[in-house]
């Protein structure tokens, strides 16, 4: 059975992961959700990724960030999935949205690869908006 939305399914499994405090989470392997982990790792929202087997099936295994001692807090309040498949977002260079006036990320998938708002504002180029996360 083939999935619609692999990069929704994605944001849902992490959303679902952080709200529970778990420590990792499992996702079906790909280089755009690789590449989307990595902008999360160097924006801070995640420890680390690693790319494993399970059942012969590539697997993406994310160890999330929390805040806080017995409390933790998750660092990822939330993620919204803005481009979809059926309504690409794209925005040019100077239409590149600020998240939470500046608190969260944009990652767009650009020319450039898939990177975050301030690195595409940066190069001055535009593309499709992936997700913002906060």
Not at 12 to 22: E, K, L, Q, S
Not at 38 to 45: L, M
Request: proline residues 4%.
């Amino acid at each position: 059975m083939s999935m619609t939305d692999p990069i929704a399914d994605l944001f849902v499994r992490i959303r679902n992961a952080a709200a529970r405090g778990y420590e990792t989470v499992s996702v079906p392997a790909s280089r755009v959700k690789a590449h989307i982990l990595s902008v999360f790792q160097q924006e801070g929202f995640i420890h680390h990724f690693e790319q494993t087997t399970e059942n012969s099936h590539p697997v993406l295994t994310i160890h999330l960030r929390y805040v806080g001692g017995r409390d933790k807090k998750s660092v990822i309040t939330g993620i919204r999935r803005i481009s979809k498949p059926g309504r690409r977002v794209y925005v040019g260079k100077t239409e590149i949205p600020r998240v939470m006036g500046g608190l969260g990320v944009a990652v767009l998938s650009t020319s450039k690869g898939i990177i975050p708002d301030r690195e595409a504002r940066r190069l001055g180029v535009g593309g499709e908006v992936l997700c913002h996360i906060w």
